[in-house]
């Protein structure tokens, strides 16, 4: 009676063995669980340097009588050098990184994966990013930490010897977004709706744990954290549902108008560019900073840097000036037009938050609850990915009493934007980012059939000795 028992503690004692005895299955998980503990402290030291270029940039604004008027000049230099460097360092590093870490994952190839999640191409992301902050520019450092940590894990793919390939991209990019945020469940969600909508079930495994280490090695160096703080404001009227819907539906709007103006305005300036793409395009980078500063300092300089600062206060129920929703978000626009590296989230959610905060006067309404609502709608009509709209956005701020109103007004926000949109912004330009590998791949491939052409002409001619 007794074998059975002993058979099958012996079965288990092999198996596991077999699972955690085997030294070649040990290299694979501790190279993994290295490059997510990586990323998570990655997008604490890069929020920390983001933070510290901001604050110099503000401190520069504000020296002397006249320092308002520095960004006239400061912030068009600042554009140039940016899309100078970038375009002749690393051209796959400009813009928010998300399009080229979903590009990246549809390439088969690690030649093709390569040209867009490079060392290279991570440097010069970061410090780009940095140095545009730095200069006033309206962008986030979100995108490019997603970018960065789908090249970390991409990295570990092949130091460890793992297959999936794509998995680990997408792995990479969830931990980035919760190292971002901390937000470790908008970081599977995003994963699930945004990076890939035809998730694998396969890849269930490395996300949660990339997410978890990634959270975990973040929470170790600086503690748990609300990005945008704590709002205690909640519905009581059904008057508030009106502020939902006006917050959805106009969010979705003005989402889908910018999403339109970027896909749009990038082909447009890329045939503009074709004749002189360096020159061209650093021009167009100048005069998109230019504008930036005007908006600036005719903004007072709201209009500047990530907007975290405008978006947390009309959270906690200062109300945005009237117009800051639309000053920043042409100043958003104009930077992803100027090619230089830097994300959407922090700005787009700002602009939210100061549309919301915008209807909520009007409407006679808490600010605190419309920035709430303005954020997920906007956010939502921009990326066209409700879920992760109202899900970041309850992380962020610890808003579970309006958890329902959160999804409304991101569901009105996405039923919005698709109407006026129909393909999603990411998705737009990570097909521009595909259809330029192709391009390159075809290159190549005729690249040795032409040199063995030349070879064979040169072998037919050649003179008998």
Same mark, same amino acid.
């Given at each position: 009676?007794?074998?059975?028992?002993?058979?099958?503690?012996?079965?288990?004692?092999?198996?596991?063995?077999?699972?955690?005895?085997?030294?070649?299955?040990?290299?694979?998980?501790?190279?993994?669980?290295?490059?997510?503990?990586?990323?998570?402290?990655?997008?604490?030291?890069?929020?920390?340097?983001?933070?510290?270029?901001?604050?110099?940039?503000?401190?520069?604004?504000?020296?002397?009588?006249?320092?308002?008027?520095? @960004?006239?000049?400061?912030? @068009?230099?600042?554009?140039?050098?940016?899309?100078?460097?970038?375009?002749?360092?690393?051209?796959?590093?400009?813009?928010?990184?998300?399009?080229?870490?979903?590009?990246?994952?549809?390439?088969?190839?690690?030649?093709?994966?390569?040209?867009?999640?490079?060392?290279?191409?991570?440097?010069?992301?970061?410090?780009?990013?940095?140095?545009?902050?730095?200069?006033?520019?309206?962008?986030?450092?979100?995108? @490019?930490?997603?970018?960065?940590?789908?090249?970390?894990?991409?990295?570990? *793919?092949?130091?460890?010897?793992?297959?999936?390939?794509?998995?680990?991209?997408?792995?990479?990019?969830?931990?980035?977004?919760?190292? *971002?945020?901390?937000?470790?469940?908008?970081?599977?969600?995003? *994963?699930?709706?945004?990076?890939?909508?035809?998730?694998?079930?396969?890849?269930?495994?490395?996300?949660?744990?990339?997410?978890?280490?990634?959270?975990?090695?973040?929470?170790?160096? /600086?503690?748990?954290?609300?990005?945008?703080?704590?709002?205690?404001? /909640?519905?009581?009227? !059904?008057?508030?549902?009106?502020?939902?819907?006006?917050?959805?539906?106009?969010?979705?709007?003005?989402?889908?108008?910018?999403?339109?103006?970027?896909?749009?305005?990038?082909?447009?300036?890329?045939?503009?560019?074709?004749?002189?793409?360096?020159?061209?395009? /650093?021009?167009?980078?100048?005069?998109?900073?230019?504008? /930036?500063?005007?908006?600036?300092?005719?903004?007072?300089?709201?209009?500047?840097?990530?907007?975290?600062?405008?978006?947390?206060?009309?959270?906690?129920?200062?109300?945005?000036?009237?117009?800051?929703?639309?000053?920043?978000?042409?100043?958003?626009?104009?930077?992803?037009?100027?090619?230089?590296?830097?994300?959407?989230?922090?700005?787009?959610?700002?602009?939210?938050?100061?549309?919301?905060?915008?209807?909520?006067?009007?409407?006679?309404?808490?600010?605190?609850?419309?920035?709430?609502?303005?954020?997920?709608?906007?956010?939502?009509?921009?990326?066209?990915?409700?879920?992760?709209?109202?899900?970041?956005?309850?992380?962020?701020?610890?808003?579970?009493?309006?958890?329902?109103?959160?999804?409304?007004?991101?569901?009105?926000?996405?039923?919005?934007?698709?109407?006026?949109?129909?393909?999603?912004?990411?998705?737009?330009?990570?097909?521009?980012?595909?259809?330029? $590998?192709?391009?390159?791949?075809?290159?190549? $491939?005729?690249?040795?059939?032409?040199?063995?052409?030349?070879?064979?002409? !040169?072998?037919?001619?050649?003179?008998?000795?």
């Amino acid at each position: 009676m007794l074998k059975p028992r002993r058979t099958g503690r012996a079965k288990l004692w092999r198996r596991s063995r077999v699972i955690w005895g085997n030294a070649a299955q040990w290299k694979p998980r501790l190279v993994f669980w290295l490059g997510a503990i990586s990323i998570g402290i990655f997008g604490v030291f890069f929020a920390k340097a983001a933070d510290f270029a901001q604050a110099i940039f503000h401190a520069i604004r504000g020296s002397g009588e006249w320092g308002y008027l520095i @960004p006239l000049a400061l912030t @068009p230099v600042g554009y140039l050098v940016c899309a100078y460097l970038t375009l002749r360092i690393a051209p796959n590093a400009q813009g928010s990184g998300i399009p080229q870490a979903m590009a990246a994952q549809n390439i088969v190839t690690q030649a093709g994966r390569a040209r867009l999640l490079s060392l290279r191409i991570a440097v010069v992301k970061v410090v780009m990013t940095i140095v545009g902050l730095g200069c006033g520019a309206s962008i986030g450092r979100e995108g @490019p930490t997603v970018q960065v940590g789908a090249y970390i894990m991409q990295l570990s *793919a092949r130091w460890g010897g793992v297959g999936n390939a794509r998995g680990l991209i997408l792995a990479g990019s969830a931990a980035g977004i919760a190292a *971002a945020f901390n937000t470790p469940l908008a970081g599977i969600v995003f *994963a699930i709706e945004e990076m890939s909508r035809s998730y694998e079930s396969r890849a269930n495994g490395l996300v949660l744990n990339a997410v978890i280490l990634s959270g975990l090695a973040a929470l170790a160096l /600086v503690g748990n954290y609300t990005y945008f703080g704590e709002t205690h404001e /909640v519905m009581l009227q !059904a008057h508030d549902w009106l502020l939902v819907i006006a917050c959805g539906v106009a969010g979705g709007f003005l989402g889908a108008a910018f999403s339109l103006a970027v896909l749009r305005g990038t082909l447009r300036l890329k045939r503009w560019a074709q004749p002189q793409k360096m020159l061209r395009l /650093v021009l167009a980078a100048g005069v998109c900073g230019f504008l /930036v500063a005007i908006l600036g300092v005719v903004s007072d300089g709201n209009a500047f840097g990530s907007g975290y600062e405008q978006a947390r206060h009309a959270i906690e129920g200062q109300p945005a000036p009237p117009l800051y929703f639309l000053s920043k978000l042409l100043a958003t626009f104009l930077s992803m037009m100027s090619g230089i590296p830097g994300g959407i989230f922090a700005p787009s959610l700002s602009v939210g938050a100061g549309l919301g905060s915008s209807i909520a006067l009007l409407l006679g309404s808490k600010v605190g609850l419309g920035a709430l609502f303005g954020m997920a709608g906007y956010f939502a009509g921009v990326v066209q990915s409700p879920m992760t709209a109202f899900v970041i956005i309850l992380e962020m701020t610890e808003s579970s009493d309006n958890i329902l109103a959160l999804m409304t007004a991101s569901v009105l926000g996405y039923v919005t934007s698709r109407l006026i949109c129909p393909e999603p912004l990411y998705h737009g330009l990570a097909r521009n980012f595909l259809a330029e $590998d192709l391009r390159a791949t075809r290159a190549e $491939d005729r690249a040795p059939a032409n040199a063995s052409a030349s070879a064979s002409d !040169a072998v037919a001619t050649a003179p008998e000795r």
